[in-house]
């Protein structure tokens, strides 16, 4: 893997990412394809609309249909036909946000699988073992992430296991021949609290991850103190690594996070707000379901050329919704999408014209 | 319109409807569209596949969302994105079917919504209305649909309604003048009847409709009176005319019809099965849930070139299944669909080699 800051406008920065399976331009954003596969698209129109990486859920795919399963069948690009890089979370996060119940140790996590009730044992040598069997381009550690709140003392225990996984995360992968091809990046933790978070990443930073990710932000805590840790990370995170903050993809929180010099992202959002009938457009969110779309020919997005924009009404795609059919939910997925890819390639413009600022106080004005 | 037979095998014949909107190769199948989508799939992936016509329900858009709503939005083909032709049924069959109260008289039938429980009245005018407003290719008339079992009485009675209504239909549309380019199809009735359906065909063949369909059938007769009755009508249904078994598509059950002269057929068989996990594939009949397609690296069909088959697995399939994702309904559809679409594109080609006996006994043997 290959990181290259090809612009800079302030803090923020536009790059690209080389890896054996393509090119990833950044300020990128990553769909979610949580089951091997990104909700109600295929892999085809994801392509068409520029996605260059998508997200794979580490933990799901774990326990359905298994690694070992989807390593057979040719490994994970092969299984889902996604040729492009494939980045997979440790299932760190999911651990402690799906499973009814689980033990932390230092060895590891017993959770039981929320699909199933099944007990199972997670540890970072085993989350590296399940994204080599993937066959994943980009690893993530496993780490502990504390929901909020927690007290300082929680935060600052979950940052000192995740300093010590982090270091048999990149043993473990050092050791598996299979992994050689691909990169692996940290995680910062520490909660809302200053120090914690400098902490954490101090004690990666030697370890000389190919990439650094911010997570356990977005759990619940309030919109200042996640924006202030934001700030915080943006400019500390190595420079010449990609910054990787998870599970947020929020418009103005990107905006936000790019100011401060995050690369990558990552959420649901714009695919299951698809799916309840919530669309981005460029004059800010709808509902699709509102009466006063019923009669109404013009596309979603009239500044959109999507698909769905390019042969789909608002009154059709409302009728599809009400009647719960099961083009809503591509058409819609498809839009939102794209609105995304495209909004990324727009940052990456303005950054590279050095209107970042610009481009960001416009957008800020949106109704979303 | 314009119908020509070119090629026969004992009755069985390949011929071609030509429509202001294109070419329909018979025998024909044609994709159930309800609610002006057929269910998991585009109109690209359709025409992809070789279909050339889509059936739609006029009682399902004349509730959800409303014919005026898509003659306003510039008609069905245009509402949908499907520019090729469309035939609609009349209403007659699912005022019968999902109704859960109805009032029939010489006028016609006043009925409630299945969806809100409103109050509506049809009439043959008022099905020639709606099919209008759609802008539709092939209209059928409105027709009585007795169900299984009915009385000799209940059956006569609906043969003579059915026929005071075809009267009435072919009258309204030739007083509209938006449907003059449409063709309008008679639908015989008489139940298991053998002379009930003969007469009710001598009723409606001088009133020459541009196609003649066969209805009341497949509503729960045992199969041997469905097939005695397809025997009976295929050959004396006007040879010049497409030829229309309504609401059938067992593979074996076309195979048989289509021995008898039968052109035209449409069926939720393939679309439904899909969504439910039952595939159709040149060794029969196979479900994808089954464990022993866990580890399946074939394709659902290896003699099958659609793009499900020439990109995914059996274990993927399964496992998209497995977990409810809606990439699962699609990839099986456009399987299914292929497969029908394929199957009666080689049945008109065993009808011009003179195979046609060969290739139906070849099938017959197949599990479905």
Not at 160 to 177: L, Y
Not at 219 to 234: F, Q
Not at 316 to 337: A, G, V
Request: proline share 6%; hydrophobic share 35%.
């Amino acid at each position: 893997m290959d990181f290259k800051v090809t612009a800079m406008d302030g803090p923020a920065r536009a790059g690209s990412i080389k890896t054996q399976r393509g090119e990833i331009h950044t300020p990128a954003f990553m769909p979610v394809g949580t089951n091997a596969t990104v909700k109600a698209v295929s892999p085809d129109e994801l392509m068409d609309m520029g996605a260059e990486i998508v997200l794979s859920n580490t933990y799901h795919l774990y326990l359905r249909p298994g690694d070992g399963l989807i390593e057979q069948l040719g490994g994970l690009h092969k299984f889902m036909n996604w040729p492009r890089p494939i980045l997979t979370d440790s299932g760190g996060f999911q651990v402690y946000s799906l499973s009814p119940l689980r033990k932390v140790s230092d060895e590891g996590v017993e959770f039981q699988s929320h699909i199933d009730g099944s007990t199972h044992f997670m540890t970072p040598e085993k989350a590296i073992e399940i994204q080599s069997a993937l066959g994943s381009d980009i690893f993530m550690i496993f780490d502990e992430c504390p929901p909020y709140p927690s007290t300082r003392e929680e935060v600052l225990r979950a940052v000192k296991r995740t300093t010590a996984w982090a270091r048999k995360c990149k043993e473990k992968k050092s050791a598996v021949p299979k992994a050689e091809q691909s990169a692996l990046f940290g995680i910062v933790q520490g909660g809302v609290y200053e120090d914690l978070r400098r902490q954490s990443l101090e004690e990666l930073a030697p370890m000389d991850f190919e990439g650094y990710a911010v997570g356990g932000l977005s759990v619940g805590e309030p919109k200042p103190e996640m924006y202030e840790m934001i700030g915080l990370m943006g400019p500390v995170l190595p420079a010449e690594k990609p910054r990787y903050l998870m599970g947020i993809g929020d418009l103005k929180d990107c905006l936000t996070a790019v100011e401060a010099g995050f690369d990558m992202f990552d959420c649901v959002m714009p695919t299951r707000n698809a799916r309840n009938g919530t669309l981005f457009t460029s004059e800010g969110r709808i509902s699709i379901k509102r009466a006063e779309f019923k009669e109404d020919p013009a596309p979603l997005d009239p500044a959109c050329n999507c698909y769905t924009c390019r042969n789909y009404s608002r009154g059709y795609l409302r009728h599809l919704f009400l009647t719960r059919e099961i083009l809503s939910m591509r058409l819609n997925t498809i839009h939102n999408l794209h609105f995304y890819i495209e909004f990324f390639r727009k940052m990456r413009e303005a950054i590279a014209g050095g209107a970042f600022g610009e481009f960001k106080s416009r957008w800020e004005q949106v109704q979303w």
